[in-house]
């Protein structure tokens, strides 16, 4: 039996991910600090990921957050794709512009 009562879809439940031509790639790593989602993270010495909070950081760059993660647990990295800027989760003081290239040579590309 067919159902053919009117359903209502939505494509982009949340405003972050801004195309797919790019794969999205990820990976999970001990989050070393407490992360919010959508926050770029940088990847420590030891192989833990936290939030960038400082532009002199941005060799170190390595995804976005995907979702938010508590210190010590598990944080699902993204590591390509494209990415609406203004949905990220931007520490004070660093801006879309200030990652842009960094994100860029890493294989992330913000709109």
Known sequence: MMDLAKQT???APEYIIAGTA???TQAVKTAAANIEKYA???????GEVTP????????ALY????DSADKDGDAV???SGEFFAD???????ITAADIEVA???IGIYLK
């Open 9 to 11: 879809f939505s494509t």
């Open 22 to 24: 790019i794969g999205i």
């Open 40 to 46: 770029p993270v940088i990847l420590t010495e030891d």
């Open 52 to 59: 960038l909070t400082d532009k002199t950081k941005l060799a």
């Open 63 to 66: 995804g976005i957050a995907a």
């Open 77 to 79: 990295i993204w590591l």
């Open 87 to 93: 949905g990220l989760t931007l520490a004070t003081g």
């Open 103 to 105: 994100f860029r040579n």
